[in-house]
């Protein structure tokens, strides 16, 4: 078929999907969505906890509040101070739990601070500046907690944990447990079968905190309930 006799040509539907299958496309659309602001138009400032001796304070000051203080609009802003000053950005870290803060001057163009802290203990900071000698609060940030750097101080929680699961633990610790039911409990509970025993070690009923004997008792001689 001569090039001429191509001219009009007009492929199917189904040859057009066939071919699409080896288009590559020139160029992918990806949707991001609508790009995240810098800022939030807002004042407010957020503690986050890094480690039981470690704070983190946040904020953002483009709600107005800082500029209105600044000019004069906040009421209680002293007379004496001139229009125009700037004023010194301040953070004020109050431990709650013993009653007690610290003030840091922080530089003007930051968004964050970090901290010191004591374990178990609440926390909560404040941002503002100051005009002369007076501090004034902008906003205050949610109460966080640091938790505690040591081991836990429950000591009657009844912790389960599959016979299979602790099977494999032990055995990653090179625990033998036919010798262990040899040594342990055989010489006492000789009447009782190894297979007994293995199962009673391994129980679920037996890891959530009961005595072994008892639960070996139960599987020798039954419950004693009677129906």
Known sequence: MSSDSLQGFEPSEEQKVEESKYTVPQEVYLDHGPPLPDKYGVDK?????????TLVAQWELTGGARERIVAG??????????SGVEGQLKLRLTDITRNRSIVQDIDPFADNWWFKAEPDTDYR??????????????????????????VSDVVDAE???????????????S???????VSHLGASLGA???????EALFSGALLSGQ???G???????????TR
């Not at 900071?125 to 907690?145: F, K, P, Q």
Request: net charge neutral.
């Open 125 to 150: 900071i404040e941002i503002g500046i100051s005009l002369g000698a007076n501090n004034y609060w902008i906003a205050r940030s949610n109460i966080a907690h640091t938790p505690r750097n040591t």
């Open 45 to 53: 400032i957020r503690l986050l906890i890094q480690d039981p001796n």
């Open 211 to 213: 005595n072994i004997y």
């Open 159 to 173: 912790w389960m944990l599959l016979g299979d699961k602790f099977r494999s633990l032990l055995e990653a610790g």
């Open 73 to 82: 609009g906040n009421p209680d802003r002293p007379s004496k101070i001139p």
């Open 192 to 198: 009782v079968s190894s297979g007994m025993l293995s």
């Open 215 to 225: 639960s070996l008792s139960v599987m020798a001689f039954g419950s004693g309930e």
């Open 175 to 181: 625990f033998d447990e036919s010798r262990y039911l």
